[in-house]
């Protein structure tokens, strides 16, 4: 598992230095802003932040990160459930009018190891997921340093999986890899700008 870990960050890293050497070598604004995804804390305390930096007047580079490490235990002692998951992620943000302030539409590339189950049923899956992102939003201005962030992110691309009959038996039902296409987050951040 540290294996797949260090495998999808250095994709991610790869990313971000490949996009680097495409960006143009002028740069016109030097803002950095950290945010957070108060919707995401209602996803069973999935913890998450994100942070940008502007590089024109347009464009932003972000980074995110999600973990949610929870397993809930059931009623006296039954099996329980969880949506835990680790997601790494890298891409750019257009704003048409000014960073930071406005309309926004976003692209970025996402890694993602999860296990979910015991919601519905006994049966859990859990897998690894690479892809793309695809995301547009509004950001408000409150002030000079903070801002609200409301958006929506898709994301499609393959899943490798593996499916079992419970959270604790662990014996395995299934397995496969699969393309997906589902959404990635909703969006209502709190947004630090320096």
């Known amino acids: ?10 994709l991610l890293w ?11 070598r002028k740069i016109a604004a030097q803002q950095f802003a ?3 995804n108060a919707i995401e804390y209602f996803n069973l305390c999935t913890f998450n932040a994100e942070a940008s930096f502007a590089f024109s007047k347009n464009w932003t580079m972000d980074a995110n990160f999600r973990y949610n490490p929870f397993h809930f235990v059931g009623k006296r002692g ?3 459930f969880q949506s835990k998951v680790r997601a790494f992620s890298a891409g750019v943000r257009f704003w048409p009018w000014h960073i930071y302030s406005g309309w926004w539409f976003s692209m970025k590339a996402q890694y993602q190891e999860y296990s979910r189950g015991g919601f519905v049923s006994k049966a859990v899956r859990e897998g690894d997921r690479v892809g793309g992102c695809f995301g547009l939003g509004y950001s408000y201005m409150l002030g000079k340093h903070f801002n609200l ?5 898709v994301w499609s691309g393959m899943d490798s999986y593996r499916t079992y009959d419970c959270l604790v038996c662990g014996l395995t039902h ?9 959404p990635d987050e909703l969006i209502l951040s709190i947004t630090y700008v320096f």
Not at 14 to 24: D, F, S
Not at 149 to 153: I, Q, V, Y
């Open 1 to 10: 598992m540290k294996e797949k870990v260090r495998n999808g960050r250095a």
């Open 14 to 24: 790869t990313g971000m230095v490949l996009l680097g050497m495409l960006l143009p």
């Open 34 to 36: 950290f945010s957070t």
């Open 78 to 80: 039954t099996q329980g």
């Open 149 to 153: 962030d409301f958006g929506l992110r």
């Open 174 to 182: 299934g397995q496969g890899k699969d393309i997906f296409f589902l």
